[in-house]
T-cell receptor, first 113, second 113 residues
Framework: NAGVTQTPKFQVLKTGQSMTLQCAQD?????MYWYRQDPGMGLRLIYY???????DKGEVPNGYNVSRLNKREFSLRLESAAPSQTSVYFCASSGGTPAQAQYFGPGTRLTVL | AQSVSQHNHHVILSEAASLELGCNYS??????LFWYVQYPGQHLQLLLK????DPLVKGIKGFEAEFIKSKFSFNLRKPSVQWSDTAEYFC???????????WGAGTKLIIKP
């Protein structure tokens, strides 16, 4: 039982490049989330998927797109990376609403030069 | 805008000292409240949560938190800390019927052996 897995763990991009962060969970959870964490700030929600087939914007969605590929997988795409997107990205999942505990992946450290 | 404030960014204590980490939030409605912890090299994980009922909630590893509605606070406490409590602690607030989880900036706790 791996929980929530994320790939890659580290990534360096040049401004304007694109990339997709992958996330998968094996807990049969309905809801999945993408957060970013910046120094001195709490986690901020980028996008979430309340259930398979639905996605919604969070607090900071600009510059990102997501795909809920199936119940297990939820990917985050940066179409044209900017230095302001340098951050640590966390994927999480929960059984239902955020009222239920969220389970986190190990994070992806992304640097945009 | 809704926000969560954690008063101390860094706390250093000796083993056996008592711990209290402050958390205040700004939201006038009903909320669910959480403390998450990230031990060095590990994923973020749930420490304890409050939904309703007894405002004093107990979590794992001897931690507890008290919800004081009139003060919009949810402070984390432990009577006697151990070296293994060294970690970063995050307070998070979920307005009921909302998928947003609003996070504090975190408190890095270092326990000196």
């Amino acid at each position: 039982n791996a929980g929530v897995t994320q790939t890659p763990k580290f990534q360096v991009l040049k401004t304007g490049q694109s990339m997709t962060l992958q996330c998968a969970q094996d807990m049969n959870h309905n809801s999945m989330y993408w957060y970013r964490q910046d120094p001195g700030m709490g986690l901020r929600l980028i996008y979430y998927s309340a259930s398979e087939g639905t996605t919604d914007k969070g607090e900071v969605p600009n510059g990102y797109n997501v795909s809920r590929l199936n119940k297990r997988e939820f990917s985050l795409r940066l179409e044209s990376a900017a230095p302001s997107q340098t951050s640590v990205y966390f994927c999480a999942s929960s059984g239902g609403t955020p009222a239920q505990a969220q389970y986190f992946g190990p994070g992806t450290r992304l640097t945009v030069l | 805008a809704q926000s969560v404030s954690q008063h101390n960014h860094h706390v250093i204590l000796s083993e056996a000292a008592s711990l209290e980490l402050g958390c205040n939030y700004s939201y006038g409605g009903t909320v669910n409240l959480f403390w998450y912890v990230q031990y060095p090299g590990q994923h973020l994980q749930l420490l304890l949560k409050y939904f309703s009922g007894d405002p004093l909630v107990k979590g794992i590893k001897g931690f507890e938190a008290e919800f004081i509605k009139s003060k919009f606070s949810f402070n984390l406490r432990k009577p006697s800390v151990q070296w293994s409590d060294t970690a970063e602690y995050f307070c998070a607030v979920n307005p009921v019927n909302n998928y947003q989880l609003i996070w504090g900036a975190g408190t890095k706790l270092i326990i000196k052996p």
